[in-house]
Structures are given as structure tokens and as C-alpha cells.
Nanobody
């Protein structure tokens, strides 16, 4: 059984930083790309960042480029999302997900097979 457990969310002032973590169990973590998504109230879930299985390739949504950094530690089965210069519009529930086998940098929800329960990030303006 695959489990993803996110942590690190919370309330932060605009301009602040947070670091999200996602620990994966029940899967050979190092052979799958990983992604972070977010969903704000009344909006669709959107991609935030993706990292390839080895960590050499990444992709970011335009809205977070230069502010967010995705990374992974395959020895710890963990993917991270460092979020700096946070804005009110970054407020959302953030989810990590395991990419579908064979897809190098999946950027759509349909290319992800397993999801975490989500962690709330609230940025006060």
C-alpha cells in the first residue's frame, strides 16, 4: 500500500517562507517522478513543481518560478518544496503525488497515481 504523508504547512505572513515535506512509503521511491500540486477554494488543482526520479530535472509553474524550489532525497524517500517570498495568492492546500511510471516530468494530474492527504498553507497579507 502506497502512502504519502505531507507536513510543514501552516500560517505565514506575506514575504515569509515555508518548507513542505512529503514522505513516501510502499513504493520504490527513486524510480518515480514526484510532483507538488495545490488547490485553492473554488479552484481546480494545479501543478506547482515537478522533479524527475533522479532529481536532475525540474519544472515549475510560472507563478512560482524563482520563489519555490523542489528537491528530493531518495535515501529518505522524501520530496521537499521550499517556498520563499510567499504571497497571499499562494494560499491553498498543497498535495504531493507520485508520478506514473515511465513519465519523466509529469505535469498533469492524470499522470499521477498516488496522492497525499494535503497540507494547508495560509499566507496572510
Amino acid at each position: 500500500q502506497v502512502q504519502l504523508v505531507e507536513s510543514g504547512g501552516g500560517l505565514v505572513q506575506a514575504g515569509g517562507s515555508l518548507r513542505l515535506s512529503c514522505v513516501v512509503s510502499g513504493r520504490t521511491f527513486s524510480i518515480y517522478a514526484m510532483g507538488w500540486f495545490r488547490q485553492a477554494p473554488g479552484k481546480e488543482r494545479e501543478i506547482v513543481a515537478v522533479i524527475s526520479r533522479g532529481g536532475s530535472m525540474t519544472s515549475y509553474a510560472d507563478s512560482v518560478k524563482g520563489r519555490f524550489t523542489i528537491s528530493r532525497d531518495n535515501a529518505k524517500n522524501t520530496v521537499y518544496l521550499q517556498m520563499n517570498s510567499l504571497k497571499h495568492e499562494d494560499t491553498a492546500v498543497y498535495y504531493c503525488a507520485v508520478g506514473r511510471g515511465g513519465v519523466v516530468l509529469p505535469t498533469t494530474t492524470s499522470n499521477y497515481d498516488y496522492w497525499g492527504q494535503g497540507t494547508q498553507v495560509t499566507v496572510s497579507s
